[in-house]
C-alpha cells in the first residue's frame, strides 16, 4: 500500500532532513540512505540485497567539505582523482550532498530560486500532491527502459513525476532514453526536487555532454563508441565477428548504453555515476570498452558464454555478461581509467566527425534531394514560395539585440524581409537566398551580427562578434557590386579545436553548408557528398578554416572564398567541397560589405 506522500507543508518539514535510519525487512540490518519525500522511510525504495560497510578497517576516504573546497577552488582535475579513486561503500551518506553539487556546477541558469520545482509541479499537474494513477510519460522517453532499479511504485511515480516537469522545461528534448533510468538513480540518494536540479544541470550543461536530447545525438553517440571501439577493443570486435560472419556491430553497438545502465550491478552503476556526474558521458565509453574486453576474456574461458550461446544475440549476451560482471566495481573503474590515448580530443574528433556525416545525411532524408546543383533558373523560388517567405517574414526581423525567441511576437510587421535595409541584397535576392536556407532555420529570426560599414573591417572582431554564432550567413558586396557569400553550419570558434595530437584542426564544418551567388547570376552550390555515400575523399570535406590571418570557405584544388585579416581583399576559385566556379569573373575582388548574419533562438 502507498504510504502518505507529503504536501508543499509537509515538505517544508522535512526539507532540511537529508537522510534517516533505513531498516530493510529481509536481512534486519541499519543502512543509512536518504529520506526523499515519504514520511515512511520504505515507501520510495525497497532492496534486494544487503548493502552494508565491508567488515575490517575501513579505508581512508575524502569527505563532502574537502570535494566541496576544491571545486571552490577551481581545483576540477584534483576532484577527478578523487571521484576515481575513492570508493564509498554504496550506503555512504556522502553522495546526498555530493552528487547535487557535481552536477549544480553544470547549472548555466544564473539562479535557481527556491521553490522553482514545485511551482512548476503545480503549473503541470494542478498540484503538488501525488496522483496514484499513472502518469503518461513524455514523448522522449524510452518506455521499454524506464528501470526503476529497485524504486517502490510511490518511487516510480517520483520518477514519472520529474521526467514530465523537466520535459515541459526543457521542451527541446526530443529523444533521450537514459534519462529515467538516471532520475531513478538520483533518486535513491536524494529527495525529488534535488533530483530535478541535478537533471536540470546534466541537461542543460554547455562545457561537458552528459545526457543526449535528440535522436541525432543518440545515434551520433552509439556510432562514436563503435569507432572508438573499432581501434581500442580490436581482438574482441574481431572474435565477434569471427564466430558471426554476418554479424552487423551496428545491431550491437546501438543496445550500449544498455550494457551499463541494465546490465551493471547497482553498486557498480552508484561508482560510475560517482565520475559521471562531474566527467560527463566519456566515462561511460571508457565502462563500455571494460564491458567489451572483459567479456571477450570470459568468452575464451567459461563455457557459459561459447561461441554457440552467444552467436545469436551477442548484444542481449552482453547485458546477461554485465549482471554477473566478474570484477568489482573499484577494478572496473580502474580498468576504465586505464585505457591509453582515449583523450577528451579524440573522442570529441570521433564525435564531430560522425556528427557531421548524419547532419548532413539527415538534410538530404529530410528533403535536401530538393536542393538543385544546376545554375539554371530552377533554383529560383516559385512565386507561391515567395509568397509564402514573405508571410513568413512578418514574424522576422534582424534588429540587433533581440535575444529571444519571445521577440517574435512584438516583431510582427517589423522590418520584414522584404523592407530589410541591407547594404548587400536587393528584396528579390533576398526572398531567393531565404528560399534556399534549410526550412528549419527559416523559422527563426535573423540578427545582424557583423557589418564592415558599421564595425570596421577587422578579423578579430569578426570573430568577437560572430565566433559563438551557429549557423551564420556570411554575405560580400564585391567593389565591382559582384554579390555572394555562404551559409556556413558551424560555429566560427571550432576554429580553436584541438585534436587528439593537441592541434588545432584544419577544417571544419559540416555538409549543411552551402554556397551562393546573387550577382551577376543566381546560383546555390550545396556540399557535392549531399547526394549520396559515395566516399569523395578527403578534398570533398573542406567546408570551413580560420585562423588569425585569414577565412577560408571550401577546399580541394581551390579556396571557394577565402578573406584576409583586414577583409579587405579576397579570392575566389573553383574547389572539390562545392563543385563550384569561381564566384566572381576575376577571381581575386576588393570586398565593399561584408554581412554576417545569425539566427536568434536555435
Known sequence: MVGKVLGLKDLEQFSSRRSSVYVDPECDKFFELP?????????????????QLSPGKEPALRSYTEIQQLLQQGKKRDVKNILRENSWPINSPIRAQLWPMLCGQHLTKQQMLDGFYWEMVHQVFGTTELSEKPIMLPAFVDATHCLPYHLTSTGRAVADRIVNVLGYDCPDITYSPVLYPITSILLHFMSEEEAYMCLAGLVGSKEKVFINQTKLQHEVTWKTVMQIAKKHTKSAISYFQRICPGLKLERVFMDWCWWILAGLPFQHLVRIMDCYFHEGIKVLYRVALVVLNLFHKECQSNNEWSPDNIKNDIGNALIKFCKKIPVSPAKLLHAAFSI????????????????????????LNSGSKQLIKSRSSD?????????????????????????????????????????????????????????????????????????????????????????????????????????????C?????????????????????????FLFSLYPERAKYPWVGIEGDKDLGHSSELFMAADSKMITIGGGEGQAIWMDENIRFGKTDGCKTFNNPPLCPSGDFEIRVLEVYGFVGI
Open 35 to 51: 529520506l526523499f519525500i515519504a514520511a515512511s522511510s520504505n515507501d520510495i525504495t525497497t532492496k534486494c540485497q544487503c548493502w
Open 340 to 363: 591509453r590515448g582515449l583523450s577528451t580530443q579524440y573522442i570529441s574528433r570521433i564525435f564531430i566527425k560522425t556528427e557531421m556525416l548524419l547532419k548532413s545525411r539527415s538534410v
Open 379 to 487: 533554383n529560383l523560388p516559385t512565386s507561391q514560395s515567395q509568397v509564402n517567405i514573405q508571410m513568413m517574414s512578418h514574424t522576422l526581423t534582424i534588429r540587433e539585440g533581440e535575444k529571444s525567441p519571445g521577440h517574435r511576437a512584438i516583431a510582427m510587421g517589423v522590418y520584414p524581409i522584404h523592407n530589410l535595409k541591407s547594404q548587400v541584397c536587393k528584396n528579390e535576392d533576398l526572398f531567393t537566398l531565404w528560399s534556399w536556407l534549410p526550412v528549419r532555420i527559416t523559422m527563426y529570426q535573423p540578427v545582424l551580427l557583423y557589418t564592415t560599414e558599421e564595425h570596421g573591417c577587422s578579423l578579430t572582431t569578426f570573430y568577437v562578434r560572430v565566433e559563438q554564432h551557429e549557423p551564420t550567413l556570411l554575405m560580400i558586396k564585391t567593389c565591382n557590386n559582384e554579390v555572394f557569400g555562404a551559409y
Open 489 to 513: 553550419s558551424s560555429r566560427w570558434f571550432e576554429r580553436n579545436v584541438k585534436d587528439d595530437k593537441g592541434q588545432r584542426q584544419a577544417y571544419f564544418g559540416t555538409g549543411e553548408t
